[in-house]
Nanobody, 126 residues
Framework: QVQLVESGGGLVQAGGSLRLSCAASGRTFSSYAMGWFRQAPGKEREFVAAISWSAANTYYADSVKGRFTISRDNAKNAVYLQMNSLKPEDTAVYYC???????????????????WGQGTQVTVSS
């Protein structure tokens, strides 16, 4: 059984930074693409960033491009989301997810991910 555990969320002022981590266990981490999604109160879950199994390819939502960086360490079975220049509209619960299959195709749709973490709250104050 795959387990994904996020950490690193918290309260930060606008313009600040946070680094989210996601620790994975249960199947060969290096074989799967990983993604970060977020859900704000009263809104639908949205794609934030994704990274291929080898880290050769990364993808971002337009709203976070240039501010967020996704990375992974396959030796540590971990994926990270470095968030800089945070804005109040970035406030949400952030989830990491492990993609189905061995490709990055369909990375922006949550329906293409098999496993999800419990989420970590990020709150950006103005």
């Amino acid at each position: 059984q795959v387990q994904l555990v996020e950490s690193g969320g918290g309260l930060v002022q606008a313009g600040g930074s946070l680094r989210l981590s996601c620790a994975a266990s249960g199947r060969t981490f290096s074989s799967y693409a990983m993604g970060w999604f977020r859900q704000a109160p009263g809104k639908e879950r949205e794609f934030v960033a994704a990274i291929s199994w080898s880290a050769a390819n990364t993808y971002y939502a337009d709203s976070v491009k240039g501010r967020f960086t996704i990375s992974r360490d396959n030796a540590k079975n971990a994926v990270y989301l470095q968030m800089n220049s945070l804005k109040p509209e970035d406030t949400a619960v952030y989830y990491c997810a492990q993609k189905r299959g061995g490709t990055i195709i369909g990375y922006s749709s949550g329906t293409n991910y098999d496993y999800w973490g419990q989420g970590t709250q990020v709150t950006v104050s103005s």
